[in-house]
């Protein structure tokens, strides 16, 4: 899967250095990770989640973290 445009975009203008790797495809990060010979820590996953009022948000997190929604909740007054 290829990184999409916008978190492209954000990490560069943000100045957060990153590399991509390619590797085969896979069912989740766990696996991505070790395809890609990477470890989880160091391997991010974007979360696709959608707040009440239909809003799209992404999160994106360490491959070996889980999203905390109570978290994200507080944090965005959702």
Same mark, same amino acid.
């Given at each position: 899967?290829?990184?999409?445009?916008?978190?492209?975009?954000?990490?560069?203008?943000? !100045?957060?250095?990153?590399?991509? $790797?390619?590797?085969?495809?896979?069912? +989740?990060?766990?696996?991505?990770?070790?395809? @890609?010979?990477?470890?989880?820590? !160091?391997l991010a996953?974007?979360? $696709?989640?959608?707040?009440?009022?239909? +809003?799209?948000?992404?999160a994106v997190?360490? @491959?070996?973290?889980?999203?905390?929604?109570?978290?994200?909740?507080?944090?965005?007054?959702?």
């Amino acid at each position: 899967m290829s990184m999409s445009y916008m978190l492209n975009h954000y990490l560069k203008q943000s !100045h957060i250095p990153y590399e991509t $790797i390619s590797h085969k495809h896979t069912t +989740n990060a766990h696996d991505s990770a070790c395809t @890609a010979g990477v470890p989880t820590r !160091h391997l991010a996953k974007a979360v $696709i989640l959608e707040d009440n009022e239909g +809003n799209h948000l992404m999160a994106v997190i360490p @491959a070996s973290n889980k999203v905390k929604i109570s978290w994200i909740n507080n944090k965005l007054g959702g």
